[in-house]
């Protein structure tokens, strides 16, 4: 049973808030001088106020937290290429630069690093290419998006581990996206998951082109499965119909039951507008193309 702790927070008082926020979830496991990788989520050219990728100021939050809690830390802010989305372009588009200066943060793009290939029991993959920055790193932290997706129900903390996926086109895995979701988190599973939910997104568009959503929520935890269960509870989602958070349990990643402190469950739920017709529709019109 995984330790969640749900947080209300804006990002004009997650400066004030994140530290709370983080150690209320088990807080970071993390000594002086230590490598950290930090996974954000730069999943299409879109704004921060559309919920579908990181807003700087909670990367702000975060780093300034790491550098006043700890001493001599390297720190990588990482992400990978993907079918729609370059974020090399988008660490400058977004006023991300700045911020990593200003914490001697390193970005990195998972896609043009070297990798290390690791054996895995997966459900897709035997092999796996671990970037090596991932592989090397002491501490891991999935700093994801409290979203919707039409492939997947939900798009969290487990989902943002495909992200380090370091192929660009990984819409070719999109038929067996679950078991891939899966895979990618038995080879790099996070040590710490972040969620933002502060504005999400919700809608059968998610997790890039969907309705933003503003549910003043930050969902922490060490657990990936127990957090995500209960970012999927909050979105009005049964977390055992949602096929990589079941799958994930039983491949051990991690518990959908969790013990749940901060903010009430029921009082920071949202309608996250997703129509399961509509959606299976969409699903299946989308697959015949």
């Known amino acids: 049973m995984g330790l969640v702790k749900i947080t209300r927070a804006t990002y004009e008082d997650i400066h004030n808030r994140i530290g709370a926020a983080i150690e209320g979830g088990g807080g970071f496991d993390i000594s002086d001088g230590q490598n950290i990788a930090i996974k954000i989520n730069l999943c299409d050219f879109r704004m921060p106020e559309t919920g579908a990728v990181t807003n700087p100021l909670f990367l702000d939050a975060t780093l300034s937290y790491l550098r006043s809690s700890f001493e001599r830390l390297k720190i990588f802010v990482v992400e990978s290429d993907a079918t729609v989305a370059r974020p090399d372009l988008l660490i400058q588009w977004l006023g991300f630069k700045p911020i990593l200066e200003k914490y001697d943060a390193k970005y990195v793009n998972l896609t043009k690093e070297k990798t290390t290939t690791i054996h895995i029991k997966g459900r897709y993959f035997q092999e796996f290419k671990v970037p090596n920055i991932i592989a090397d790193s002491d501490y891991f932290i999935s700093m994801a998006k409290l979203k919707t997706c039409l492939l997947t129900k939900i798009s969290c903390s487990l989902k943002n581990q495909f992200g380090c996926v370091p192929i660009p086109r990984k819409i070719r895995f ?44 930050v969902v922490t935890g060490r657990d990936p499965v127990s957090v995500d269960s209960v970012c999927a509870k909050i979105m009005g989602f049964n977390p055992y119909f949602i096929g990589h958070v079941r799958k994930a349990q039983r491949a051990g990643i991690g518990q959908m039951t969790s013990k749940m402190v901060g903010e009430d469950l029921r009082q920071m739920k949202k309608d996250f507008e997703f129509n399961h017709l509509y959606a299976w529709i969409l699903k299946a019109v989308t697959s015949l193309k």
């Open 174 to 217: 999109h038929t067996n996206l679950d078991d891939v979701i899966v895979d990618a988190n038995l080879a790099m599973r996070p040590d710490y998951c972040i969620v933002d939910g502060i504005v999400g997104m919700g809608g059968v568009k998610g997790p890039d082109l969907g309705t933003p959503i503003k549910s003043n929520v």
